[in-house]
């Protein structure tokens, strides 16, 4: 018999922010990350040097995850437009669970003021990778101007996860898909 072995303290953290720096905001003490992670101060400090280090550390684990759900997304349809649409139609899903609390990305850049935090980077480079990905599906619909229609099909879905936080009821994965249609052309 294989003995289980538990996650350890970075694992631990790792979890921990990623859950809570999600559902209370980066803003979290580390106190509460310790508490929740159930590990010692000088886990936090060992591992990520300090909460800027845990945050950075987070959104990267995070965007990897992110990142896999909308390749998932994109994968519910082999026609490339369809899978540009289909995107949105799992982005309106999305925001209607009842946990999803907006976009982190957006959230951890309102929460630090300083340009240089390192979780800016982390951000930055989120949305380049899903650029990047839209723009991997707009070439392979051939689209006239892959780099543009990237930005705006980012822009509708950053709409969407905006309004899908503050407004409860609303379907904000339709109205982007209807807008999406006429980026496609």
Same mark, same amino acid.
């Given at each position: 018999?294989?003995?289980?072995?538990?996650?350890?303290?970075?694992? &631990? %953290?790792?979890?921990?922010?990623q859950? %809570?720096?999600?559902?209370?905001?980066?803003?979290?003490g580390?106190?509460?990350?310790?508490?929740?992670?159930?590990?010692a101060?000088r886990?936090?400090?060992?591992?990520?040097?300090?909460?800027?280090?845990?945050?950075?550390?987070?959104?990267?684990?995070?965007?990897?995850?992110?990142?896999a759900?909308?390749e998932?997304?994109?994968?519910?349809?082999?026609?490339?437009?369809?899978?540009?649409?289909?995107? *949105?139609?799992?982005?309106?899903?999305?925001?209607?669970?009842?946990? *999803?609390?907006?976009?982190?990305? *957006?959230?951890?850049?309102? +929460?630090?003021?300083?340009?240089? #935090?390192?979780? #800016?980077?982390?951000?930055?480079?989120?949305?380049? +990778?899903?650029?990047?990905?839209?723009?991997?599906?707009?070439?392979?619909?051939? #689209?006239?101007?892959?780099?543009?229609?990237?930005?705006?099909? #980012?822009?509708?879905?950053?709409?969407?996860?905006?309004?899908?936080?503050?407004?409860d009821?609303?379907?904000?994965? &339709?109205?982007?898909?209807?807008?999406?249609?006429?980026?496609?052309?």
């Amino acid at each position: 018999m294989t003995p289980r072995t538990s996650p350890g303290p970075r694992e &631990r %953290l790792l979890a921990a922010g990623q859950q %809570l720096f999600y559902s209370q905001g980066a803003s979290v003490g580390v106190d509460a990350l310790l508490k929740e992670a159930n590990v010692a101060r000088r886990s936090l400090y060992e591992h990520f040097g300090d909460k800027d280090g845990l945050i950075a550390a987070v959104l990267r684990r995070a965007a990897e995850e992110d990142l896999a759900w909308y390749e998932d997304a994109l994968a519910g349809a082999t026609e490339p437009r369809a899978r540009l649409l289909g995107l *949105f139609d799992r982005l309106d899903e999305l925001v209607a669970t009842p946990d *999803f609390r907006g976009c982190r990305y *957006f959230a951890t850049d309102l +929460s630090f003021a300083d340009p240089g #935090h390192p979780a #800016h980077a982390e951000t930055d480079a989120f949305r380049r +990778s899903l650029r990047a990905l839209l723009v991997r599906e707009l070439e392979a619909l051939g #689209h006239a101007r892959p780099e543009r229609a990237a930005e705006q099909l #980012h822009l509708l879905i950053e709409g969407t996860l905006v309004v899908g936080a503050t407004e409860d009821g609303h379907h904000p994965g &339709r109205a982007a898909r209807d807008l999406a249609a006429v980026v496609l052309g």
